[in-house]
């Protein structure tokens, strides 16, 4: 069975990576996302446990794809799951440059652990976690650039960001 691995840190989940769930879902046989700290983004918006909920809802109706969150690395994380690759989205030039890197460094740690890059969807090229977070602060509309199901979860907790 095919494996792939979709780890990110879904800061909220947009549709950027639902487009990339999906597409990987239809290419391999089993999906896990997987919900990882970044230590580049220190001060994240929603708790793990709030992620997991909105990325469980998010691809609910795909029936290959499971979640799962770690606290770890992503190289080690992934040896329990044997021949998994690593699938990841591109959206631009300056995304290659980090994601190269990363798969370094998950190689250095992990040797047999491949990485497969999807290019993003043409429509939601511009779209990133930190674009909706800015947005939901602005009370934006929400709608075409995440899941419609978390829509209210985002805007609850923007709320509570203005209200500090
Ligand atoms: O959605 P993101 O923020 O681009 O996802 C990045 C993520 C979470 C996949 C990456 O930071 C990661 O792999 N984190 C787990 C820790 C790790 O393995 N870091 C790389 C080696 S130092």
């Not at 950027?16 to 994240?44: E, Q, W, Y």
């Not at 829509?151 to 907790?157: A, L, S, T, V, Y």
Request: hydrophobic share 40%; aromatic share 10%.
């Amino acid at each position: 069975m095919s494996i792939a691995i979709c780890p990110g840190s879904f800061d909220p989940i947009t549709l950027g990576h639902l487009n990339i769930i999906r597409r990987t879902s239809k290419i391999f046989d089993r999906v896990v996302v997987c919900v990882m700290n970044n230590a580049n983004k220190p001060n994240p918006m929603f708790t793990v446990e709030e992620k997991l909920d909105m990325v469980i809802r998010a691809v609910e109706r795909y029936p290959n794809v499971t979640v799962d969150c770690s606290s770890g690395l992503l190289a080690e994380y992934a040896k329990q799951y044997e021949g998994a690759v690593i699938v990841k989205g591109l959206r631009a030039a300056s995304d290659f440059e980090y994601e190269f890197q990363m798969n370094l460094i998950n190689k250095k740690i992990n040797p047999a652990l491949e990485t497969m890059f999807l290019t993003a969807s043409e429509k939601y090229t511009f779209l990133s976690s930190s674009i909706v977070r800015e947005m939901a602060y602005y009370g934006a509309d929400l709608t075409g650039l995440v899941p419609n199901e978390i829509i209210p979860d985002i805007q609850r907790k923007a709320e509570i960001w203005r209200s500090k």
